[in-house]
């Protein structure tokens, strides 16, 4: 247990349809970020947060979004899916002023049908 | 822009022979470079990692890695391979941006082990 938590671990979904994702970081962590990995892409930065504010983004398409509560867990909301965004998301954490101390997750695996 | 290339797609080496996989970057500043391994339906685990000093550093379950800023590499070594090193292994660089932080991935290589 990396002591990042992702849920669901498993998603199945139909295009066109939303999905959040959510991402428990280690206890400690004021990061979070985001990747998606594809067979085609492989592991894309799409954005991250730093105690509740975004600081840094990467190729995070316009239907998606996210956001970094307040306990500092994170969500990461996919809408108008498509068959592309069929992939693992990871999300990593890491510790004030180790800005590249990343702990990920184990992912979430979404299938779009 | 920023890169990672990864040359090797697929890797197949013999328990106990001796493993390099190659990476070259391409970063305008000083690179901050890593190595992850990921077995399957897991995560990524950080191997090994530079910021500056010695070119050559050590990490985990044997590894190591060796900047060499003249040829824009960071190749990861091991001289001994084990059955459980079978994995899928990426390079990535740090790039620090004006407020943030992001690793960039190489696409990966995956390690096979033959007995």
């Known amino acids: 247990d990396s002591g990042v938590t992702q849920t669901p671990k498993h998603l199945i979904t139909a295009t066109g349809q939303r999905v959040t994702l959510r991402c428990s970081p280690r206890s400690g962590d004021l990061s979070v970020y985001w990747y998606q990995q594809s067979l085609d892409q492989g592991l894309q930065f799409l954005i991250q947060?730093?105690?509740?504010?975004?600081?840094a983004k990467g190729n995070i398409l316009e239907r998606f979004s996210a956001q970094q509560f307040p306990d500092l867990h994170s969500e990461l909301n996919l809408s108008s899916l498509e068959l592309g965004d069929s992939a693992l998301y990871f999300c990593?954490?890491?510790?004030?002023?180790?800005?590249?101390?990343?702990?990920f997750g184990s992912g979430t695996r979404l299938t779009v049908v | 822009a920023q890169s990672v290339t990864q040359p090797d797609i697929h890797i197949t080496v013999s328990e106990g022979a001796s493993l390099e996989l190659r990476c070259n970057y391409s970063y305008g500043a000083t690179p901050y470079l890593f190595w992850y391994v990921q077995s399957p339906g897991q995560g990524l685990q950080l191997l090994l990692k530079?910021?500056?000093?010695?070119?050559l550093v050590q990490g985990i379950k044997g590894f190591e890695a060796e900047f060499k800023r003249s040829q824009s590499s960071f190749n990861l070594r091991k001289p001994s391979v084990h059955w459980s090193d079978a994995a899928e292994y990426f390079c990535?660089?740090?790039?620090?941006?004006?407020?943030?932080?992001?690793?960039?991935f190489g696409k990966g290589t995956t390690l096979s082990v033959s007995s």
């Open positions: 990593a954490s890491s510790a004030p002023r180790d800005h590249y101390g990343y702990t």
């Open positions: 530079y910021f500056s000093g010695d070119t």
């Open positions: 990535a660089v740090g790039i620090l941006g004006q407020a943030g932080t992001a690793l960039i």
């Open positions: 947060y730093y105690n509740g504010e975004e600081r």
